[in-house]
């Protein structure tokens, strides 16, 4: 499969895989090489036939975004902000290397969980505690989830490995990988298992799922 394209004319885009990226907004904590790191991200996102995802924000998921639309690729942010005013001056977010973004209004931490829930599957990179936030949201929501190893550059996936050690939670949608490449085709296999099947999250609307196929 290659780069999704916008003026593909599939008639089945709903099914395009989304990948989210999570990671430090400030990268300078990291190494120059982080930065070509995170577009051999973007890259594989889009080499690999899925959407790229972000929070629409700087640093780590911003350079991903730029490898990605080097690719061709469909690039999506969800914006803390309510508008496009207040992303570039009161958050001084950027607008570049996305195709669309939408202006959540609920600051960071609601944001978090709009993107999170946008996505098929999240890559966790190098990051802070904002990273750690939309990590433990996919975490609890049962998403596939894709660890970047920083093999010494960071210790994002050290810290993350006792996070899910000292859970005592089972969860086997979680892979590691220091490989952008290898990592986006664990993930791409997880989404086609997850999508067997229905997902929900008791929303108590009076739908009666089948809960044998159920994710909750």
């Known amino acids: ?17 989304k990948i989210g990226v999570s990671g430090a907004a ?8 982080s930065y070509e790191i995170a ?8 080499r690999q036939g ?13 350079w991903a975004a730029v490898g990605c639309k080097e690719m061709c690729g469909v690039s999506v942010g969800l914006s803390p902000a309510a508008s496009v005013r207040e992303h570039t001056e009161v958050y001084r977010l950027p607008l570049e290397n996305m195709d669309f973004i939408t202006y ?3 600051g960071y931490s609601g944001r978090d969980l709009l993107f999170t829930r946008s996505c098929d599957a999240i890559i966790i990179g190098p990051g802070r505690i904002g990273t750690y936030h939309e990590f433990t949201i996919s975490f609890e929501d049962q998403k596939p989830i894709g660890i970047l190893m920083g093999d010494g550059k960071w210790e994002t996936d050290e810290i993350i490995k006792l996070m899910i050690e000292k859970s005592h939670r089972p969860n086997k949608k979680i892979v590691f990988d220091d490989n952008p ?3 986006v085709a664990k993930l791409l296999q997880l989404i086609a298992e997850d999508r067997k099947l229905m997902r929900g999250y008791k929303n108590y609307d009076g739908v009666d799922s089948a809960k044998e196929n159920t994710v909750f």
Not at 1 to 17: E, F
Not at 26 to 33: A, K, R, S, T
Not at 39 to 46: F, L, P, Q, S, Y
């Open 1 to 17: 499969m290659g780069p999704v394209c916008l003026n593909t004319n599939n008639t089945r885009n709903y099914l395009i895989p």
């Open 26 to 33: 400030d990268m300078g904590f990291l190494g120059e090489e």
């Open 39 to 46: 577009k051999e991200v973007g890259r594989e996102i889009a």
């Open 50 to 62: 899925s959407i790229m995802m972000s929070g629409a924000t700087t640093g780590f998921p911003y």
């Open 104 to 106: 959540t209004g609920f």
């Open 181 to 183: 490449q290898r990592l």
